[in-house]
């Protein structure tokens, strides 16, 4: 990242933080965030982890937040500045830094020459809309929204104001993003459900006519894929966080505050819970609940209801390769095995 | 979804799907289609799944697309419609209510004066060119399709008629798409097979020099990638259905009718015959032959051909973290547990 | 593929690939590469493995690149052209045929009159911009490379000189690619990073100030993500080859040669040492370490550091599903097994 013009001082860090330089001194000079492996003298960096212990010992950083368990981590050349959380500090104090900043060169605002704006399309104040991008009939762009190049936004589609739809976006006609959104590149929002009915075996689509509804402060990742209903609408709560490459099928309905890793797939009319984490490539079979406060492990697949918070995992462990060639012919070998145990078990019986 | 301005009748829907009133009246108004939880008066819903028996004891739905088995799941203010088949009934009302309701607002047909395109393209009769969408030279755009803003249709492409092409998709050069296909936002046809040869450590890249050929009544959904074949063609059979997210490998050959849920892979020059159907995250490696009426559960991975018509599974079960952090160690000692039993074995046979 | 205009001579194939035609003919024609399932009269195919020897037995192949030891899989009528490596040779003389095809007619070259370049940006010498492109203030287009139709390069981006961006690719702002890089349509490079800290039940975003650098010769395939470091960059060393649809995290590092086959995703910060192999939809977690020349099996999740080289596999095998159902339960049962097992053996121990 860039530095600052004008560096700022320790205490003027802890003071948007909420906190007090307890250690060394309060003048220190500091003119960007930096990781403990790449800081330089006049950075701030931080340590939340004690795996991290050593890369943190041999760091240049001028200051680092850290919790009073791990400041001892630090060599002298590095000051803590004591922290309960020191992730959260540093999200906190990547954001002032960004504030700081100069802005993006890419949007100047405005609607550009070059973009296709419906005449019935609405467009609240201060909206900047992209190069090549399309507003078709109807559309609504909220106050201070920025549309960038080359996205398309459907016939009635609405988007909330603050949000920020990144380059070649697709947004289908008549779906709903709240306030405060980010979407990034390549992301579809609205494409048809997959919905077909069999009729001697041959597939017959079935229309899909209900919408997608994003609430508010809603982050989507690039090239994600989020269906729209067939007939109730898919349905995405406030302050959910999506990654890339995820596959939300027609009628999902995923709480509030939930984050989902890259490459999650959930299936058809799946409910997930308020304040879940669904681990990277992890699946979610359709027509199941989820409820919240579930952890999911990566790459692991739900298939029925879960009804109690917890952390569940369902991934085959890593092994060699030889090994796992053993292993695997025994995992369907496993019910001759019991059998084999419960032969056993009943000779033993018998002899004693 | 909105609901039609003139109301029908429950015997003209009836009607439509060839069956007949057998209960209640055959006047009973219906101006929408919705599912069991959200209907109100006025709407037809369906049931489908004994799972969804209470959910529609308490519908406000004023009919019901039903079985026989499930008609008395129904309260009394919603008459059944018996039907054999209540989700094929639905798909067919469905696709007359939707050719009810007045066209989107975004195609009006013709080609958009912000569209570029080649003076050596040759479109047919009733074709619409969306805004910013490029269609080159020697591109072949059949009757009365659609193509979405901002798609990009390549050199001596062809598109059969009827087709709808979404926002944002890419087709490269030369591939081959049938008639009534629709493909959704996002996806790319005809990007380079992953092809390489390996030289002193480094990766030789050989040339994709095949097509795609896509047949009839194709749907696939958004963000997928299909890949151009090395030097056949990638083909994907009449009738198939792919699902969002989907990467289809070079030389793939899929058969008709085969459905593909979201997020599956399918590696180069793997084969999958008519009517199959792959649950979303599966995995098909390269070099492969699935044969016709095959079903593959969601993320589970086929390693070898398959000659049997039949439904395969390979998932690791979900458990308790805490529960999988046992198990998961034991799949590693399988071989040292069989060892244990067969030990066990002899000295009992010994004991004996 | 096509054919040649004018065939070329067995002996001439030879001399391009460093070989001497030792058997039959020098002067058989050849005007066309294909495969052997595919060949006729007048072209070249290879065979690389002895599976398919039954195929090559009935090829009308005129001429095989094989190796000595299956050179007697051919029948009478197809000649081989002995090579040391087939695949290899044959992606040689791929490559040399695609050259002699005539050129791309989408890519006449030139900046197209549709095309949006921002006046400051700078485009090397014989740079071509396709229609609806959109390339922001303060990019660089490097020498003779090829920006695609409905490309968007973000303010500041830098992409060296011979590359090829495929149609609707997105780079974001600031991000680096090397020289002769070819990107498939779809493909997203520098979205944020999926970076939030927990405050309250809710997630603040964590800016994302790093950028992405991609080495030279790097492939990057189809509707992939490849995520902007947080503070540090995103690195892709040179010569890797992504395959579609791969997800790339923050801060994620990979060493120069590595191949990532299809649906790959890769949490942040992980780091993948240089010639690696990733098979298709497997998973890396996030902050861990793979060493150089590892190969990873599709499907498979790496969840701790590779130190070995070497080959590791993690699926659970494919069964007929009513065989899982049992084996599947037995997983979860594996710690009741053991026990067990440790029981009979106290038992038989005190039997004995």
Redesign the interface.
Known sequence: ??RLERPVTLAQIAELLGVRVTRGSQEIRISR???L??AQPGDLSFLNDS?YGALAGQSCASAVLVTEALAASLPATSQPLIVA?P??A???A??W??SQ?PG???HSGGI?P?A?VASGARLGGGVAV???A?I???AEIGEGSAI???V?V???AIIGPGSRI???V?I??DCVIGRAA?I?????IG??G??????S???????Q??GVVIGDEV?I?????I?RG???DTVIGD?C?L???I?I?H?VRIGA?S?L???V?V?GSARIGE?CMIG??A?I?G?LEICDDVV????????SSISKP????????????R?????????????Q??Q??RE??R??KE??
């Open positions: 990242m860039r965030l930096a990781s492996e790449s795996r959380d992730y959260l540093f999200a906190k990547a954001r830094f960004e900043l993006d060169r890419g550009h070059a296709t992209g190069a090549r399309v078709e009939d109807g960038g190049p080359g398309v459907g016939a009635g990144a380059a070649n697709t289908y006609g980010i990034h590149s390549g992301t579809v494409s048809d997959f919905g077909f009915a069999r009729e075996g041959r597939w017959l689509k079935i229309p006519l209900g982050e990742g690039a090239n994600c894929a269906d067939a007939l109730d302050g966080k990654d890339n490459l596959q099928a009628n505050h984050a890793a890259g490459c797939g299936a304040r990277g490539g699946g079979l027509h999911i492990s990566a790459m692991s697949l739900v298939m917890g952390f569940y995992t369902g991934v085959f462990p890593l092994l060699e390769n090994d796992w060639e053993k292993s695997g012919v025994l995992v369907r070998q496993l019910p095995m019991r084999r145990l056993l078990e000779l033993t002899n004693k």
